[in-house]
T-cell receptor, first 115, second 109 residues
Framework: DTEVTQTPKHLVMGMTNKKSLKCEQH?????MYWYKQKAKKPPELMFV???????INESVPSRFSPECPNSSLLNLHLHALQPEDSALYLC??????????????FGQGTRLTVV | AQRVTQPEKLLSVFKGAPVELKCNYS??????LFWYVQYSRQRLQLLLR??SRESIKGFTADLNKGETSFHLKKPFAQEEDSAMYYC???????????FGAGTILRVKS
């Protein structure tokens, strides 16, 4: 299984809602990532988890809250979002060693619309 | 800081013509460079990485540290090569993959 699975595929939420995005991989990867991608733009790194610990937070607003409950799962909890947060949210995973990064596998993404 | 520059938003070529997608980077240490591709309605996927020095689907890319470039080349473009191509970089710790703006390649018949 070389897939990263993201659910849901589409999500519409109001600015007062609380929702969660989910990501799962069964490749034994110990690094997992959240990226945000706006239309016609490259993916922008949000968070990196390494061995279930948050290792990088790219100054993301606190209305986005990541969680890594175990080595296969990654969540992104959303609360009080703004319309400008509407985007495609991508999850990725990789196996990496100090100084050498192996291939990052990406999910299909969750298309989020904030109304 | 890590930075990747892809100067062309769109590259349009005829089938059978050579292709070169440009990528320049800025990084003070020893980077690892990648090309990722996104075909229509498909997920982002790795095309090739400089460490493996492979040729994938006829594409090659050579890391030029003097010019800080990692251009993607293919001698004869095919229609199925039409896609969005991203150059990406990680630093020594390998845990921060940063993308360039991307280049759309259109191969016309």
């Amino acid at each position: 299984d070389t897939e990263v699975t993201q659910t849901p595929k589409h999500l519409v939420m109001g600015m007062t809602n609380k929702k969660s995005l989910k990501c799962e991989q069964h490749m034994g990867h110990r690094a997992m990532y959240w990226y945000k991608q706006k239309a016609k733009k490259p993916p922008e790194l949000m968070f990196v988890y390494s061995y279930e610990k948050l290792s990088i937070n790219e100054s993301v607003p606190s209305r986005f809250s990541p969680e890594c409950p175990n080595s296969s799962l990654l969540n992104l909890h959303l609360h009080a979002l703004q319309p400008e947060d509407s985007a495609l949210y991508l999850c990725a995973s990789s196996q990496f060693y100090m100084g050498v990064n192996t291939e990052a596998f990406f999910g299909q993404g969750t298309r989020l619309t904030v109304v | 800081a890590q930075r990747v520059t892809q100067p062309e938003k769109l590259l349009s070529v005829f089938k059978g013509a050579p292709v070169e997608l440009k990528c320049n980077y800025s990084y003070s240490g020893s980077p690892e460079l990648f090309w990722y591709v996104q075909y229509s309605r498909q997920r982002l996927q790795l095309l090739l990485r400089h460490i493996s020095r492979e040729s994938i689907k006829g594409f090659t890319a050579d890391l030029n540290k003097g010019e800080t470039s990692f251009h993607l080349k293919k001698p004869f473009a095919q229609e199925e090569d039409s896609a969005m191509y991203y150059c990406a970089l990680t630093g020594e710790y390998g845990n921060k993959l940063v993308f360039g703006a991307g280049t759309i390649l259109r191969v016309k018949s």
